[in-house]
T-cell receptor, first 115, second 112 residues
């Protein structure tokens, strides 16, 4: 199984809502990532979890709150988002976030629209 | 931090022709590079990688060339097919090696 799954595929939320994005992988990868991708732009790293611990937070606003309940799951909790947060949110995983193996497997993404 | 850029934002090729997508990077210490393909509505998909101790690597219909002297790499797609239409990103690691920086992407359109 070389698949990263993400739910939901699409999400529309108001600025006062609380929602969560979910990501799952069963490849035994110990590094998991959240990226944000705006239209016609490259993915931008938001968070990196390594062995279930947050190792990188790219100065992401606190209205985005990541969580890694176990080595297979990664969540992104959303609260009080702004319309400019509308984007494709991609989850990825890799064996480690260090030098051994860089290849990241990406999920299909969640298309988020904030109204 | 690392800066990675692609030379052309869009590229159109006839079906059956070869495609060449170019990428430049700024960090001469970068030791690993990846090419990703992203089709519409999907996440990026790994195509091929290359380490800095190589200057060429071949896969199925794809070849990556690395020129460390001018800090340039290219992705060559042989006999381009309609299914190759996508956005292609090169990516290079940060100085710490714990994240990747993606180039701006080249949108490849294959004309039947």
């Amino acid at each position: 199984d070389t698949e990263v799954t993400q739910t939901p595929k699409h999400l529309v939320m108001g600025m006062t809502n609380k929602k969560s994005l979910k990501c799952e992988q069963h490849m035994g990868h110990r590094a998991m990532y959240w990226y944000k991708q705006k239209a016609k732009k490259p993915p931008e790293l938001m968070f990196v979890y390594s062995y279930e611990k947050l190792s990188i937070n790219e100065s992401v606003p606190s209205r985005f709150s990541p969580e890694c309940p176990n080595s297979s799951l990664l969540n992104l909790h959303l609260h009080a988002l702004q319309p400019e947060d509308s984007a494709l949110y991609l989850c990825a995983s890799s064996h480690t976030s260090g030098a051994i193996s860089y290849e990241q497997y990406f999920g299909p993404g969640t298309r988020l629209t904030v109204t | 931090g690392e800066s990675v850029g692609l030379h052309l934002p869009t590229l159109s090729v006839q079906e059956g022709d070869n495609s060449i997508i170019n990428c430049a990077y700024s960090n001469s210490a970068s030791d690993y590079f990846i090419w990703y393909k992203q089709e519409s509505g999907k996440g990026p998909q790994f195509i091929i990688d290359i380490r800095s101790n190589m200057d060429k690597r071949q896969g199925q219909r794809v070849t990556v060339l690395l020129n460390k002297t001018v800090k340039h790499l290219s992705l060559q797609i042989a006999a381009t097919q309609p299914g190759d239409s996508a956005v292609y990103f090169c990516a290079a690691p940060s100085n710490t090696g714990n994240q990747f920086y993606f180039g701006t992407g080249t949108s490849l359109t294959v004309i039947p």
